[in-house]
């Protein structure tokens, strides 16, 4: 059974840090692709930052600078170091981690809380 757990989400005041971690396991495939998207309330689910099997990382023009994505392929884990958060970063954050072999894989975490407060 494939599991994708996350944990470090929580309250922080504005300028504060928080990493999130994501780790799969069940996984038999080849992880290619691993991801944090995050959702706000009312509005729609959205990259934040992704990194393929090979390094190559991609961010939104709003964590630019301030977040930073990694993985761990032996450990089969992505994480989501978040730095100088605003309050606009308040939101549902997820994992997504895609495996292939004859066809892709899609695997979604459940979600784990990010509130950017004073």
């Known amino acids: 059974q494939v599991q994708l757990v996350e944990s470090g989400g929580g309250l922080v005041q504005p300028g504060g840090s928080l990493r999130l971690s994501c780790a799969a396991s069940?996984?038999?495939?080849?992880?290619?692709?691993m991801g944090w998207y995050r959702q706000a309330l009312g509005k729609q689910r959205e990259l934040v930052a992704d990194?393929?099997?090979?390094?190559?990382?991609n961010y939104a023009d709003s964590v630019k600078g301030r977040f930073t994505i990694s993985r761990d392929n032996v450990e089969k884990t992505v994480y989501l170091q978040m730095n100088s958060l605003k309050p606009e970063d308040t939101a549902v954050y997820y994992c997504n981690v895609q495996a292939f072999a004859t066809r892709r894989y899609d695997y979604w975490g459940q979600g784990t809380q990010v509130t950017v407060s004073s």
């Open positions: 069940g996984i038999t495939f080849r992880i290619t692709y």
């Open positions: 990194i393929t099997s090979g390094g190559s990382t």
